[in-house]
């Protein structure tokens, strides 16, 4: 117990990056960052799951920690908040959190938040500019755009389906994104699509295991999105098969010529349709 409450006051600069949700925001990473008395450079990238509660604020964040490191001078962050069976009148607005960072000093930030809750859940993401890292995690569909030219890893989730705007968004402001993650099992409400061909130049690897097929019709179609550098897809054989009609359908064919490792849920014997569809493996 005493080593856990030492103080680190050598430290000057820090680093936390979680890649999964966590629950001990308040049990953990607090009380750590309150040891750190002396720190000047703090970069932060969480994700928390919270019960009963609101989003985490820049009053919380300086109720928190920030009022305990007084000789901070450099902080780069992105928060997710999740809420889990929260209550309507107690969700911030945007325009909420957005003056709570304004009035604890940090005014070049942006966010983007449900201010309607969905099966009393919703999230937040806030972060500082520019954005540095090179993920960006737990992206929902409140998201409202931005400039993310440092991103190389897209992890997208949600109980909404995403239609085909958001998708046109990210590939203008994911500029450099090399690996996108899906996860949403809703079916897509809109069918139709923008006339303007969605462009993803710099994709290298599409995981959408966990998606609905629609999302497999939305980026493997080539009137609709174009992955001129796709290499690695993620799937189930059931969705593959479907969307390429068994391997012989035209419209999806050009985004898998350049495909050279495919993981499915299954094993299977490659047809010759198959061979012939993926000339790159």
Not at 170 to 181: A, E, R
């Amino acid at each position: 117990m005493i080593l856990l409450l030492e103080k680190l006051i050598k430290l000057k600069s820090f680093s936390l990056i979680c890649e999964r949700c966590t629950c001990s925001y308040e049990s953990s990473i607090v009380p750590l960052f309150r040891r750190m008395s002396n720190l000047e450079e703090l970069s932060l990238q969480i994700s928390v799951r919270r019960l009963r509660s609101t989003y985490i604020d820049g009053y919380q964040l300086y109720n928190d920690f920030l009022k305990y490191l007084t000789k901070l001078n450099k902080f780069n962050f992105n928060i997710h908040s999740y809420i889990i069976s929260g209550i309507e009148n107690n969700i911030l607005s945007n325009n909420d959190i957005r003056n709570s960072f304004i009035n604890i000093g940090y005014k070049s930030i942006d966010l983007y938040a449900d201010e309607k809750l969905t099966d009393y859940s919703g999230n937040c993401h806030v972060y500082s500019l520019l954005y540095l890292f090179d993920e960006f995690l737990f992206m929902s569909n409140c998201f409202q755009g931005g400039k993310f030219n440092n991103v190389k890893i897209l992890f997208m989730v949600d109980r909404i389906p995403f239609e085909n705007n958001l998708f046109k968004i990210i590939s203008q402001d994911f500029t450099n994104l090399k690996t996108l993650i899906m996860h949403n099992l809703e079916s897509q409400k809109s069918q139709e699509c923008s006339s303007t061909l969605i462009t993803f130049n710099n994709l290298i690897t599409l995981n959408i295991t966990d998606a609905h097929s629609d999302y497999a019709i939305q980026f493997l179609t080539e009137n609709i999105t174009y992955l001129p550098s796709l290499e690695v897809l993620i799937t189930t054989y059931d969705t593959l098969a479907h969307i390429t009609s068994y391997f012989t359908n035209d419209e999806t064919r050009r985004n898998c010529a350049k495909i050279k490792y495919l993981r499915t849920d299954i094993s299977f014997v490659r047809s010759k349709n198959f061979n012939s569809y993926f000339p790159s493996m």
